[in-house]
């Protein structure tokens, strides 16, 4: 039988992840140091995993309301107003596996077959594919590193036709780790009210800033936004696989219909250790938070400058926990030098390209690993720099 | 942001942070990290600078350490001031702290051999004028010390790529 054939033409078109390929030979070699992943190097806390715990062993092993349970969506309220000023009701949430499937959701729900999607790049690997899922266009709007990765009026109006029905801001971004100050929001929310676009904001990394506080595009601009966040990166709860999505009532109805269907409700467990990791950290004035971000700055620091000092060029980040370093001056492709700094020295970086063809000359070095490790990778990064001149 | 605050933390969790580390990390210039800490200094907040040593990884060479509880009878002119210079002056008193509940003083003591501990404790300490009695417990082993885990045990695995 020809298997292939049989494929959807939607899903057998798409590309596997370039990520993929890097895991697999950094899966075989030993002592690898990586700065590769997404996903942060603490353990969930331990106070939002006894929580988990406890509600186990009180027997709580039930499907909850399909939005999530009534909890977790009050205490998503309060800490979505009192945290980033952005006012969502319980009735315009819902709680999903991961904010991958609210990302999910959010395009299955809105995507006509061939409406446009928006979608800056460099950017996160799934919104392309998503939204290719459902049938939609993704369209890319290029960012650049002089203009701090941020998507611009003028490269935005660009790219819409009348087709164009989505933009999607993925700020703190990954793999920039750029994020918006208050001008670009507000350029961006002009550009959605004048070529009446839904904006569907990944704020996921928002709690990860240094130096400013994170602002949503969201903010003010909630009818017309779904904001899509989760537990992930925030509180260290990448394995508990909870997000969730707020927005217009009608668009959360619509993905609620396909949730209902597709995944009923988020684990209770995850929605449970999810209502501690938020209520403990307002009850504490997100000192938590602030511990582990005091950790990513000084690696984030750290890895800046080293790279400044090594003659590459490398935009400050100030979000998520990614750095984008130019190393076109090594005379090297993003894949070329990722591979060797791999397969030579052990150390385990993403090209740029995986990200977007324009992520061309950028590596994305993750510093969601010890500060030990980063300065051993910095050595060695060093060494390998250093025979190319 | 209180730059105090967030220096104090940075130094606590390494001491040895660079001025210009700090710096950078604060969004700020050195002079104002090199004033704020210098300040700090003398003001008597910052009182020095530690290495937290894990004496378990030392081995035989690993000091034996007790905490007592300390019950003592203040007067009008002799009190707990009076009463902890004089335990605290001991070399072998490493902390001493003032406690509510059922004693007065805390405190932990270092030396080379438990022996040299309960000599310690009947040759110097229980006979101190003010002291009335002491329990002594022996620290058999350290888990965690100002908030550092000392013996981190299993590593945690993460995919080695991920998106
Ligand atoms: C920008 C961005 N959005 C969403 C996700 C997925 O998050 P979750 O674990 O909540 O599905 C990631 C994970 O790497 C991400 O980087």
């Known amino acids: ?389 | 942001m209180d730059i105090r605050k967030e220096i104090l933390a940075i130094l606590k969790d390494d001491a040895l942070t660079t001025h210009a580390m700090i710096a950078r990390m604060l969004d700020t210039d050195e002079k104002t990290v090199d004033e704020e800490i210098g300040a700090m200094e003398k003001e008597g907040i910052i009182v020095k600078y530690e290495a937290l040593i894990n004496s378990e990884a030392l081995g035989d060479d690993a000091p034996a350490e007790a905490m007592i509880e300390i019950k003592v009878e203040p007067k009008l002119n002799f009190g707990y001031e009076d009463i902890a210079r004089r335990i605290y002056e001991f070399p072998e008193v490493k902390s001493l702290y003032l406690m509510s509940g059922r004693y007065d003083f805390s405190i932990r003591v270092e030396a080379k051999t438990m022996k040299e501990i309960s000599k310690f404790v009947w040759e110097k300490l229980a006979i101190l004028e003010g002291v009335k009695s002491t329990e002594t417990t022996f620290l058999m082993r350290k888990y965690k010390e100002n908030g550092t885990v000392l013996n981190k045990g299993n590593e945690q695995k993460r995919l080695v790529v991920s998106p």
């Not at chain 1, 020809?2 to 030993?30: C, H, M, Q, T």
């Not at chain 1, 006509?112 to 690997?125: F, K, M, N, R, T």
């Not at chain 1, 999505?245 to 009923?264: D, E, R, S, V």
């Not at chain 1, 209502?275 to 890895?303: C, G, H, P, T, W």
Request: proline share 5%; glycine share 6%; charged share 25%.
């Open chain 1, 1 to 389: 039988m020809n298997y292939e054939k049989l494929i959807a033409s939607s899903v057998s078109s798409v590309e596997p992840s370039g990520i993929r390929k890097f895991f697999d030979i950094a899966n075989e070699l030993k002592d690898v140091i990586s700065m590769s992943v997404g996903e942060p190097d603490f353990v969930t806390p331990w106070n939002i995993r006894q929580s988990a715990i406890n509600s186990i062993q009180m027997g709580e092993t039930h499907y909850t309301s399909n939005s999530g349970t009534p909890r977790i969506r009050s205490l998503i309220k309060q800490y979505l107003s009192e945290r980033f000023n952005v006012h969502y009701e319980p009735d315009q949430m819902l709680v999903t596996v991961g904010a991958s499937e609210a990302l999910d959701l959010a395009f299955r729900a809105l995507i006509d077959p061939g409406d446009e999607v928006l979608i800056p790049a460099p950017s996160y690997v799934s919104y392309e594919p998503s939204v290719l899922f459902a049938h939609g266009v993704p369209v890319p709007i290029v960012t650049r590193e002089e203009d701090d990765f941020v998507i611009r009026k003028e490269n935005i109006e660009k790219t819409i036709t009348e087709k164009t029905k989505i933009i999607v801001v993925p700020y703190p971004n990954n793999p920039t780790g750029a994020i918006l100050s208050e001008e670009d929001i507000i350029d961006i929310q002009e550009i959605a009210l004048k070529y009446d676009l839904i904006v569907i904001a990944d704020e996921i990394y928002a709690e990860l800033t240094y130096g400013r506080r994170h602002r949503s595009v969201a903010e003010g601009f909630e009818d017309r936004t779904i904001l899509i966040n989760g537990f992930s990166k925030a509180f260290a709860m990448t394995g508990w696989r909870l997000g969730y999505a707020a927005g217009p009532k009608p668009f959360i109805n619509a993905m609620l219909k396909i949730h209902q269907y597709t995944m009923l409700c988020a684990p209770i467990m995850s929605q449970r250790a999810g209502e501690e990791a938020l209520s403990n950290e307002m009850n504490k004035d997100y000192s938590q938070i602030a511990e582990m971000l005091r950790s990513y700055n000084k690696r984030r620091v750290f890895l800046v400058d080293s790279f400044r000092r090594l003659g590459y060029s490398c935009y400050e980040p100030r979000g998520a926990f990614y750095v984008f370093p130019n190393i076109t001056a090594s005379g090297l492709t993003s894949e070329e030098f990722c591979k060797r700094l791999l397969l030579e020295y052990h150390v385990a970086c993403v090209p740029g390209t995986a990200f977007g063809k324009n992520g061309e000359g950028f590596i994305r070095c993750s510093y969601a690993t010890s500060y030990e490790n980063i300065q051993e990778a910095v050595r060695r990064i060093e060494r390998f720099t250093g025979t190319l001149k």
